[in-house]
DNA sequence: CGGATAACTTAGTAGAGGTAAG
DNA sequence: CTTACCTCTACTAAGTTATCCG
């Protein structure tokens, strides 16, 4: 832990000294490159003339574009081919969409479905009803065991009840009294049933609610078709709040075309609201990039209807955020000889500032702003607290605090000593637990420093800055060698540091430690099996020991007990396996019995046992032979056996272990850090484009559908060379 | 100026969907 | 073909930052 960390600090210095030796050389051919693919309109002659044709046609680039591709019906606007009027206040000329799409109305639970109360079943106001199946879903969940989701539940339940007349059959006042375990159930059947519906029929509901919302997935962005994101509004149900949420529970109110404001063109016709309603308000700000928008009744805050992922403002935007952190590389030596320099500022301003810097430079913290007391006790930078942080002389901080939804932030860290001599005045005599360490600080601040440096400047600008640039320095040191499987995992063990740098991530699956497990046997099993093989060549020709000593070494490392070991726990899975399957099948014809004629269940049934006697006896006897070979340590031969086929099997063998076991690495390593966030929001896409060209990787291995398509500026843009 | 708010990005997770193993 | 598992997408909560407003 503490190597890891020392590391970093050493790594920050060293690309220091690095950049400082860059910047000394002459301008580079990249430079210059750079600079040239920033105003495309200086480039080669061709282009120009391209963009002039593009000009002259505006209205019809949309045919112009379809016309020069051939597979597909390719009608995306390249805003990346001109990148330059992508500033401005106004973002849009006009603006057609056709509004948001509402959630269906409630349906009441079948009549002998029922909230029970003190023992009794009781009917409730379908209003109150709904309310409660919210909370009936969600029991075996770990939300129902949360005291404050309850308090918080039953608060709101209780206030439905009231406002829809309140329950006849009983005065419902605890929610100890309160059993939800039939509408648990209920929905738990419905489910159920939903998944052994027939694919076909699986598949035509999915093609009904895909044309109900077809409408909705695309709107008209200055004439040019672009996809909408979230249309969908949500859904009522319970808030469920991350961490210590003081609102977890509360119920989230359905949401009425009343209460949402849709945002459009000035000449855009206005989408008609469903039959009985209203809009709640119609604007036509150009100088924002949300469709629609509605006040949530729990924080109080705003939800918007926005453009999805792969549209061109997302596309844009994510350009123009790698492209500040890509600027952040020219000011960051400066920085850091200005921020180490005032660590020991006599302002007591400047030494926060400075030593708040560091943190989010080295450690890549979050800004972290102000919090109101009814959202989740979490922190960031500049609301770190006395009780957040451990001084261990001479210079060791450990950090632990609950982050961004509320994910903890655990290190133990070698820090610069003038940083510790800080954190430690921070920390000094009248201060106590509760207090903030940054008692001058607060976000604006540091960024109005930062804007002292460069314009636009924020502290998240470093997260990204510091991911995208540890992910170039990890990708230069992968060698482009080996199978495209092997360059996948080097490429996520890179993907990897970035993760672990930016602290982000996940729950262990639940079936980890028994998948864990169960790879380990299955491998375990392949190497019994490779080495019987070998063992079998051997029998067949001795002379072969001397000749090949090392590919013979291994024979040796299965004992005759571990082989008995492993032949008694495959025993036992097969007859498990085979077992199973015998149930399975009777289960299975005594739900066909029905529809069989007694003959016909008959001779099904014999089938069945017939079968599963023959599985057994097989089975039973492949395991006396593996047993009686395991205890004399010799194999059986077949007359087919030559030692080119065994040799065959073997590699194969070996090639499944090999990548079974990089499986098993890969699936230990991410057990708790999430590779998707950095992927998504911090690495330059770019430079994963630059792995796939430059490693000859398909892009599809590094970048999922949705990513592919959110990210198709880089795929088209960035080549083997480029560089963050 | 400072707190509130608007508008945007970043985040983990539930559940759908796909795929390999049996 | 089914099951089990794993990956991906959709969802929406939770951040950051600029700006508004008294």
Not at 474 to 502: H, M, S, W, Y
Not at 530 to 539: D, E, F, G, P, T
Not at 619 to 646: D, F
Request: proline residues 4%; glycine residues 4%.
């Amino acid at each position: 832990m503490t190597e890891t960390v020392v590391k970093k600090e050493k790594k920050v210095v060293d690309s220091i000294k690095k950049r400082k030796i860059k910047s000394e050389t002459s301008p580079t051919k990249k430079m210059k490159k750079e600079k040239d693919s920033k105003k495309p309109s200086k480039n080669g002659a061709k282009k120009e003339i391209k963009d002039e044709v593009k000009e002259e046609f505006k209205d019809e680039v949309k045919d112009d574009d379809s016309s020069n591709s051939d597979d597909e019906n390719d009608d995306t606007f390249k805003w990346w081919e001109n990148t330059d009027d992508m500033d401005g206040e106004v973002k849009w000329e006009n603006l057609e969409h056709n509004g948001v799409l509402f959630p269906p109305e409630y349906e009441p639970l079948p009549k002998n479905v029922k909230l029970y109360y003190d023992g009794k079943p009781v009917t409730l106001p379908k209003e109150a009803e709904e309310v409660a199946g919210f909370f009936g879903a969600l029991l075996e969940s770990d939300h129902a065991k949360n005291p404050t989701f309850q308090k918080n539940f039953f608060r709101d339940f209780k206030e439905v009840l009231q406002e829809s007349g309140g329950c006849p059959d009983a005065d419902i006042q605890e929610f100890s009294k309160c059993d939800f375990s039939k509408i648990f159930q209920h929905f738990d059947k419905l489910r159920e049933e939903k998944k052994a519906l027939p694919p076909k029929e699986k598949k035509k509901i999915k093609e009904e609610k895909e044309a109900s919302e077809e409408k909705y997935k695309f709107c008209l962005l200055n004439g040019r078709k672009e996809q909408v994101g979230n249309f969908r509004i949500e859904p009522p149900g319970l808030f469920r709040g991350r961490g210590a949420h003081p609102k977890t529970g509360t119920l989230k109110r359905r949401v009425y075309p009343e209460s949402i404001t849709l945002n459009l063109g000035k000449d855009a016709p206005i989408p008609p609201p469903p039959a009985g309603h209203q809009w709640g308000d119609i604007k036509h700000d150009n100088t924002v990039t949300w469709l629609a928008m509605w006040k949530e009744n729990i924080m109080g805050s705003v939800k918007y209807v926005r453009f999805s992922q792969n549209s061109s403002f997302k596309g844009m935007s994510d350009f123009k955020k790698f492209e500040k952190a890509r600027e952040l590389k020219k000011h960051v030596d400066k920085i850091r000889n200005d921020y180490r320099s005032k660590l020991k500022s006599s302002l007591m301003i400047d030494r926060q500032i400075a030593t708040a810097t560091y943190l989010i430079d080295v450690f890549a913290l979050r800004a972290g702003g102000e919090k109101r007391d009814d959202e989740a006790d979490t922190v960031g930078c500049c609301s770190l607290r006395f009780e957040h942080i451990f001084l261990k002389p001479p210079s060791t901080v450990i950090f632990d605090f609950l982050g961004k939804d509320s994910i903890r932030f655990y290190q133990e860290v070698q820090v610069d000593t003038q940083v510790f001599k800080n954190l430690k005045i921070f920390k000094k005599d009248p201060k106590k637990p509760g207090d903030d360490l940054f008692d001058r600080l607060d976000p604006s601040i540091l960024n109005k420093y930062f804007q002292e440096f460069m314009p636009g400047l924020t502290a998240k600008v470093f997260r990204t800055y510091n991911a995208s640039k540890t992910m170039q320095d990890q990708i230069d040191l992968i060698p482009n060698e080996g199978t495209v499987n092997e360059k996948v995992v080097a490429f996520n063990a890179a993907n990897r540091e970035v993760a672990i740098l930016c602290n982000h991530q996940r729950t262990i699956p639940k079936a980890h430690q028994a998948g864990v497990q169960k790879i380990n046997e299955k491998i375990e099993e392949m190497i019994w099996q490779k080495i019987k093989l070998k063992r079998i060549m051997l029998q067949l020709d001795k002379t072969m020991k001397k000749k090949e000593l090392e590919y013979f070494e291994e024979i040796d490392d299965l004992t005759k007990e571990k082989e008995m070991e492993i032949v008694e726990r495959w025993s036992q899975k097969e007859l498990d396996r085979i077992s199973k399957k015998f149930e399975k099948d009777k289960e299975k014809l005594k739900f066909e019995k029905k529809e069989l004629s007694p003959e016909d269940y008959k001779v099904k049934s014999t089938e069945i046992k017939e079968d599963h006697k023959k599985k057994l006896e097989s089975a039973k006897a492949l395991i006396k032979q593996y047993k009686s070979e395991a205890k004399k340590q010799k194999y059986e031969e077949k007359s087919t056996y030559t030692a080119e086929k065994l040799k065959a099997q073997i590699d194969k063998l070996e090639e499944r272990i090999k990548n079974t076991s990089l499986q098993l690495k890969d699936k230990e390593e991410n057990s708790t850090v999430s590779l998707g966030t950095s992927k998504m929001n911090y690495i330059d896409p770019r430079l994963t484009v630059m792995f796939a060209k430059k490693f000859n990787v398909p892009i599809e291995k590094l970048f999922t559908k949705t990513l592919r398509e959110k990210f198709a500026w880089a795929i088209e843009s960035a080549d083997a060379d480029w560089k963050f």
